[in-house]
């Protein structure tokens, strides 16, 4: 995916003031999963989302705007909290279908997506350079019915 390089050069202090604006100016919602550790709290991961962003997208539709868990955490039920989590919210706020935007070379979390009955769209993919290259995402949706999965986490 991306070189070690890249990943090194990114800003902490940057992405921290603009997550910093984002959670005080209320956009996108955001819930974060931490675990009690002997040295603190430790961030599991956390999942961040509104109305979907998509050009003529209908308003009824929410989106996943970004969804990241520390991979200690993957297969503990930490995804699927905060999955939970976000699809309340999304149905608190009038949203029946949600939307996400994930890279086709993440198997991985294609799956899981999956597994949450969401569906590809494989006519809706788009391309976008980082680090040096280029990658590609598709597209998917789902509908969020009319209650939140059940939120199982140790």
């Given amino acids: 995916m991306l070189s070690d390089e890249y990943l090194a050069a990114?800003?902490?202090?940057?992405r921290t003031a603009m997550w910093r604006e984002a959670i005080l100016g209320g956009t996108p919602q955001l819930l974060v999963a931490e675990r009690d550790a002997p040295q603190?709290?430790?961030?599991?991961?956390?999942?961040?989302?509104?109305?979907?962003r998509d050009a003529g997208a209908p308003a009824a539709t929410g989106e996943i705007w970004a969804f990241y868990a520390h991979p200690d955490a993957w297969s503990t039920g930490v995804g699927r909290a905060l999955?939970?989590?976000?699809?309340?919210g999304l149905r608190a706020r009038g949203f029946d279908t949600v939307v996400l935007w994930v890279?086709?070379?993440?198997?991985?979390?294609?799956?899981?997506?999956?597994q949450l009955?969401?569906?590809?769209?494989?006519?809706?993919?788009?391309?976008?350079?980082?680090g040096g290259r280029i990658l590609e995402q598709i597209r998917?949706?789902?509908?969020?019915?009319?209650?939140?999965?059940a939120a199982t986490c140790p």
């Fill in 10 to 14: 990114l800003s902490a202090e940057r």
């Fill in 40 to 52: 603190g709290a430790r961030v599991e991961g956390w999942i961040a989302f509104d109305r979907s």
């Fill in 83 to 88: 999955w939970a989590g976000a699809h309340a």
């Fill in 103 to 114: 890279l086709t070379a993440n198997p991985r979390a294609r799956r899981f997506y999956q």
């Fill in 117 to 130: 009955g969401l569906v590809p769209e494989p006519a809706q993919l788009k391309s976008f350079a980082m």
């Fill in 140 to 149: 998917y949706t789902g509908s969020l019915g009319t209650r939140a999965p």
